[in-house]
């Protein structure tokens, strides 16, 4: 079956703009998963989403960036304000559930941010 | 909180070596243990995983760790390393506490030499 899709692959924006990064988790897939890897880091988490719901948003850097998962399949990262230090490669993972057992996370391939 | 340490940035070993890329965690409580790798381009791919049981986990393309709970050790090891190996290794840890998150040590940067 398909595999878990982010879009855009890359995108570069300017200093101050604001983006929007989908991703498509794995069909049936409840849990959620944002990390951030910058160059030469491992990837680091940013939220959580069990269904439509933040369970945990304990990784987002500060308030300029939100994430939405409204129907509790397509999740949006946004990031507004940009600035160049939000430069790096974001990463969405999805899982099949949360409560009853740990299960793998299932990794998208990544959108390259790129902040001029 | 939960930490992992790979103190190996750079590791190169030649075609047909055995390797072995160390790990170091650190977790309040019973721990749940991945080795990932990321080539060029591509997405985090689950080699194997340490939930319980037996100490020593198999995993896909012939890889191996062990997990040593008195060392808070996960090391991965192959026998023969293979050119298409090649790629970046991630050691990361996880557990009940926080809802499944994961987190990642920097990585070691395997190259292989024919």
């Known amino acids: 079956g398909a595999g878990v899709s982010q879009t855009p692959s890359n995108k570069v924006t300017e200093k101050g703009k604001y983006v929007e990064l989908r991703c498509d988790p794995i069909s049936g897939h409840t849990a959620l998963y944002w990390y951030r890897q910058s160059l030469g880091q491992g990837p680091e988490f940013l939220i959580y989403?069990?269904?439509?719901?933040?369970?945990?948003d304990s990784g987002l850097p500060n308030d300029r960036f939100f994430a939405v998962r409204p129907e509790g399949s397509v999740s949006t990262l946004k990031i507004q304000r940009t600035e160049r230090g939000d430069s790096a490669v974001y990463l969405c993972?999805?899982?099949?559930?949360?409560?009853?057992?740990?299960?793998?996370?299932?990794f998208g391939p990544g959108t390259r941010l790129t902040v001029l | 909180a939960q930490s992992v340490t790979q103190p190996d940035i750079h590791i190169t070993v030649s075609e047909g070596a055995s390797l072995e890329l160390r790990c170091n965690y650190s977790?309040?409580?019973?721990?749940?243990l991945f080795w990932y790798v990321q080539s060029p381009g591509q997405g985090l791919q689950l080699l194997l995983k340490y939930f319980s049981g037996d100490t020593l986990v198999q995993g896909i393309k012939g890889f191996e760790a062990e997990f040593k709970r008195s060392q808070s050790s996960f090391n991965l090891r192959k026998p023969s390393v293979h050119w298409s190996d090649a790629a970046e290794y991630f050691c990361?840890?996880?557990?009940w506490g926080g809802g499944n998150k994961l987190t990642f040590g920097t990585g070691t940067q395997l190259k292989v030499e024919l």
């Open positions: 993972a999805s899982s099949p559930r949360q409560s009853g057992s740990y299960n793998e996370q299932f």
């Open positions: 977790y309040g409580a019973t721990p749940y």
């Open positions: 989403f069990q269904g439509t719901g933040a369970a945990d």
């Open positions: 990361a840890v996880g557990g």
